[in-house]
């Protein structure tokens, strides 16, 4: 299995913050990179896919780069709604595989 | 739109087998895999399998021995059970719809609600 490593595992941060979130995937997967956004109660909510398409209603604040094993989603100015835990996830071989999330908290 | 919804009891006996459903509203099956993923309270996203609407499936090497899934395309609807579950099992169950790009792989565009199972006497 690819294992996915996100870091950190948590921040804090201030509305305005410009924000980084780091994964690497134990082997190469190309760009087969998703990015999930999960709220308490609630479901994970796709941002972005291949590695930087943004899915469509995702505000243009969030971005994704990378390619190989090294990935990065970027939230340009930290807005309220955006504290939350997000995930990364490889989709290039079964069984698809998650990192173990970071939490954006309020500083 | 599409909607995705789970149903199946919430409560389930340590060693019976945990059946869930996931109805599909606003699409068809044919052309994505309907894939399960599970969140233990407090946890990360684990993969359990996928099927096609062509029964086809794919199970996680961890879980293939206690896992199957089927699919009833004239109900838009896929199962899962797994079996002779601990409370290791309990966790939230996401059905997940997942679609085929441009470059041909797979990815998650719709979830569930999710539904808690949990495994207890």
């Known amino acids: 299995d690819i294992q996915m490593t996100q870091s950190p595992s948590s921040l804090s941060a201030s509305v305005g913050d410009r924000v980084t979130i780091s994964c690497r995937a134990s082997?190469?997967?190309?760009?087969?990179l998703a990015w999930f956004q999960q709220k308490p109660g609630k479901p994970p909510k796709s941002l972005i896919y291949?590695?930087?398409s943004l899915q469509s209603g995702v505000p243009s604040r969030f971005s994704g780069s990378g390619s190989g094993t090294d990935f990065t989603l970027t939230i340009s100015s930290l807005q309220p709604e955006d504290f939350a835990t997000y995930y990364c996830?490889?989709?290039?071989?079964?069984?698809?595989?998650f990192g173990g999330g970071t939490k954006v908290e309020i500083e | 739109q599409v909607q995705l919804q789970e149903s199946g009891p919430e409560l389930v006996k340590p060693s019976e087998t945990l059946s869930l459903t996931c109805t599909v509203s606003g699409g068809s099956l044919s052309s994505y895999s309907w894939t399960w993923i599970r969140q233990p309270a407090g946890k990360g996203l684990e993969y359990i399998g996928r099927?096609?609407?062509?029964?086809?499936?794919d199970y996680s090497p961890s879980l293939k021995s206690r896992v199957t899934m089927s699919v009833d395309t004239s109900k838009s609807q896929f199962s899962l059970k797994m079996s002779s579950v601990t409370a290791a099992d309990t966790a939230v169950y996401y059905c997940v719809r997942e679609l085929r790009d441009d470059s041909g792989w797979f990815r998650i565009d719709y979830w569930g609600q999710g539904t808690l199972v949990t495994v207890s006497s």
């Open positions: 099927i096609f609407a062509t029964g086809s499936t």
């Open positions: 996830q490889q989709y290039d071989s079964y069984p698809l595989t």
């Open positions: 291949a590695a930087f």
């Open positions: 082997q190469g997967i190309r760009n087969h």
